[in-house]
T-cell receptor, first 112, second 115 residues
C-alpha cells in the first residue's frame, strides 16, 4: 500500500530560525515527490518537485532533499518568516499514473 | 504556471439544499480533474477523478448520487453536493491535470458550511 508519512505533525519556531520537515514514503514505482505549502483556508501551492535523479531542489528559502534509496525527503526552511506559518504537505506520485499519495502534513507556526 | 480557479470561495446553505461548486482551468486544457475534501487539521482526501466527457470515478465510500460531478469541457468541472447536510460541511478542493502531464494544479478551495 502506498503511504507517505510526515514528521513532526506540528512545529513551533521563532521568527528567523531554521527548521527541517521530514517525509518518508513507500510509493512504488516512484515518479516524483512534491512539497506543497497550504495556508489556512487556501488550496495547496507547489514549492518543489523532484524526480528520481534529483537530490536537492531550492525555491528561495525553501530547500528540498530527496534520498530515493532510503525513500526519504526533507524540506528545510531558512530564516523563517511569520508568513511561513502554514501546513506543509509532502505528496508522492507513482510512475505512469496521475494519482497522488498525500502525507498528513506538518503544521508550522512561526512566532515573533 | 497553470492556474485553476474555484467558485464560489465560500458558501453557506441550509440543510437539504443542493450546492454547485465550479472548478476552472484558466490557461490550459484539463483532461483530468480531481475533487478532494479536507476536514480541519487533516490532509486532502480524494473523492473522485473525472476525465472530460466521461463519467467520474469515485473513491470507495464516496456516494456518487450525493456528490454529482460533471466534466463537460476541457476547462470546467462542477461538483454538486445534493441534499446537503451539516456533516457535508468541509473544504472542497479541485485540481486539474493536462494531457500527458504528471502534475496536478490545485484550486484555492471552497469552504462549504451547511446549517
Amino acid at each position: 500500500k502506498n503511504q507517505v508519512e510526515q514528521s513532526p505533525q506540528s512545529l513551533i519556531i521563532l521568527e528567523g530560525k531554521n527548521c527541517t520537515l521530514q517525509c518518508n514514503y513507500t510509493v512504488s514505482p516512484f515518479s516524483n515527490l512534491r512539497w506543497y505549502k497550504q495556508d489556512t483556508g487556501r488550496g495547496p501551492v507547489s514549492l518543489t518537485i523532484m524526480t528520481f535523479s534529483e537530490n536537492t531542489k531550492s525555491n528561495g528559502r525553501y530547500t528540498a532533499t530527496l534520498d530515493a534509496d532510503t525513500k526519504q525527503s526533507s524540506l528545510h526552511i531558512t530564516a523563517s518568516q511569520l508568513s511561513d506559518s502554514a501546513s506543509y504537505i509532502c505528496v508522492v506520485s507513482a510512475y505512469g499514473g496521475n494519482m497522488l499519495t498525500f502525507g498528513g502534513g506538518t503544521r508550522l507556526m512561526v512566532k515573533p | 504556471g497553470a492556474v485553476v480557479s474555484q467558485h464560489p470561495s465560500r458558501v453557506i446553505c441550509k440543510s437539504g439544499t443542493s450546492v454547485k461548486i465550479e472548478c476552472r482551468s484558466l490557461d490550459f486544457q484539463a483532461t483530468t480533474m480531481f475533487w478532494y475534501r479536507q476536514f480541519p487539521k487533516q490532509s486532502l482526501m480524494l473523492m473522485a477523478t473525472s476525465n472530460e466527457g466521461s463519467k467520474a470515478t469515485y473513491e470507495q465510500g464516496v456516494e456518487k448520487d450525493k456528490f454529482l460531478i460533471n466534466h463537460a469541457s476541457l476547462t470546467l468541472s462542477t461538483l454538486t453536493v445534493t441534499s446537503a447536510h451539516p456533516e457535508d460541511s468541509s473544504f472542497y478542493i479541485c485540481s486539474a491535470s493536462g494531457t500527458g502531464a504528471n502534475e496536478q494544479f490545485f484550486g484555492p478551495g471552497t469552504r462549504l458550511t451547511v446549517l
